[in-house]
């Protein structure tokens, strides 16, 4: 499916219909590459947890709290991102929030307290991530829609092969030149999401019949008249399918931020999911190699038990990915079966001593863990949710009610081993969080059930109400 021509290779693209690829595949190679300067970058610093506590002779839980500070703030500020995103585009928030996250890495191979660098990666890439991430998922999600879910997993994988390959890559770097060189080479390379923001061009959905009528009034318009027409609209993504909506040109703004899906309890229900299943994102891969190491893993071959559980996400990222794309059931029920399995997996790692034991718990955890982590957000797009006109507005408010989880699972995790003097604990809390998302996210499809049971109620009353106040001014007419 073509999209329209324009006098810049980078400005909008427009679509009859939703183009199922076209520069959506550009968009996707973005995402990929936001995938592994974000998470996949967030997810590798356990490796440097050992070198921070004895640089600055801090505890486990100080020092987990750069990565707390970073996810939180990245979740925290997640409104700010979308009222960015609508003001002023996806393009230049992803471009600052590239330069942001390589300033906030490259400045902590230079700090000289455990307080600084809650400052450089915990405010300020953290500010960064959240600034790329959010953006670049939400406009990709705009060039698919049945193709979607299976689009957002390949691309995701992104994350995955960044912990398989920065896990050991980091280990040995470190043992050559330090991790504050180590941390430099890293801000460097995250310098390259700019370039992603770049491929970032807006869609604009305009029906055949809509375009040609459009075409036809403006003729009389330059390339560059139109082109300015473009440019007013802040590049903001347009996605309406329907045909009689107003086209591109008198486009209908969507609000910064939607508050108003408060008041959806299926939306309050599937936000608390991601609040309590947030605990078990990050506080694992922090402290993997340290459970390894306290149960006589040999310190090399700890660091490769990340890339386990990279190699076995990307596998649940691809598996969820074809398996949404086939199953005619609510998908949400699929995210729910992977959310309870995951909560004996994490169980399992506080009783598993054996090397081989490890080695099982973090495949296993990875292969659930990638099929969750890579739908969770996407999923908002699905009508078991908000859907997809709702979805860039509410996605902002979704990720800030994680915030607060992703602010305490780390810290919590390390309060867990510094009061039992053992790693194995922090994985109790992770268990527990999964367990009561799971609760959480089973509500989610009564809730919805009971929504538009409640919806089709109230238009059926009110349309009585109509034939009936038609009928009596029929009668008084006569």
Not at 118 to 126: A, E, H, L, P
Not at 417 to 443: H, K, P, R, W
Request: net charge neutral; hydrophobic share 45%; with cysteine.
């Amino acid at each position: 499916m073509k999209g329209s021509k324009s006098s810049s290779c980078m400005g909008p693209c427009v679509y009859p219909a939703v183009p199922e690829g076209g520069w959506g595949w550009a968009v996707a190679v973005a995402f990929f590459l936001v995938e592994v300067y974000t998470y996949g970058t967030i997810k590798s610093l356990g490796v440097f947890l050992k070198d921070l506590m004895e640089e600055f002779g801090e505890s486990t839980s100080r020092v987990s709290w750069v990565i707390s500070i970073c996810v939180f703030v990245l979740t925290f500020t997640a409104p700010l991102s979308t009222l960015l995103s609508n003001r002023f585009g996806y393009r230049p928030v992803v471009m600052m929030g590239g330069f942001l996250i390589s300033l906030g890495t490259t400045a902590s191979a230079f700090t000289n307290s455990i307080n600084e660098m809650y400052i450089t990666i915990g405010i300020v890439s953290g500010l960064g991530y959240c600034l790329t991430f959010l953006p670049t998922i939400t406009i990709l999600a705009q060039y698919f829609s049945r193709r979607r879910a299976l689009v957002i997993s390949l691309a995701s994988t992104g994350e995955s092969i960044a912990v398989f390959a920065f896990a050991p890559a980091f280990t040995m770097l470190k043992e050559h030149i330090g991790w504050r060189y180590c941390l430099v080479i890293i801000g460097v390379l995250q310098a390259s999401v700019i370039g992603c923001g770049a491929l970032l061009r807006p869609i604009i959905i305009m029906p055949e019949k809509e375009r040609v009528d459009e075409e036809s009034e403006k003729e009389s318009l330059s390339m560059k008249q139109l082109q300015s027409v473009y440019e007013l609209e802040n590049e903001q993504t347009r996605t309406s399918i329907s045909s009689g909506e107003a086209g591109p040109l008198q486009p209908s703004r969507p609000k910064l931020l939607d508050f108003s899906v408060l008041k959806d309890s299926a939306f309050i229900l599937y936000s608390l999911f991601g609040l309590f299943a947030t605990l078990a994102f990050f506080a694992p891969q922090l402290y993997i190699i340290e459970l390894c190491k306290s149960r006589g893993v040999e310190p090399h071959m700890a660091s490769y038990m990340l890339s386990v559980m990279a190699v076995a996400e990307i596998c649940g990222r691809l598996s969820i990915g074809v398996v949404l794309n086939k199953v005619r059931c609510r998908k949400t029920l699929v995210l729910l079966g992977c959310v309870v399995l995951l909560c004996p997996v994490l169980m399992a790692f506080t009783m598993v001593w054996e090397f081989w034991g490890l080695v099982v718990c973090s495949a296993l955890y990875g292969l659930f863990l990638g099929t969750v982590a890579c739908t969770h957000i996407p999923m908002l797009a699905e009508e078991d949710v908000v859907g997809i006109e709702r979805m860039a507005s509410s996605v902002g408010v979704y990720v800030f009610i994680q915030s607060f989880a992703g602010l305490a699972g780390p810290p919590l995790g390390g309060m867990l081993v510094d009061y039992t003097q053992n790693y194995g604990a922090a994985f109790y809390s992770c268990a527990v969080g999964m367990g009561l998302g799971a609760i959480c996210l089973f509500l989610v499809g009564p809730a919805k059930s009971g929504m538009c049971r409640r919806k089709t109620k109230n238009q059926r009353e009110a349309k009585s109400a109509e034939e009936v106040e038609k009928d009596s001014q029929d009668r008084k007419n006569c």
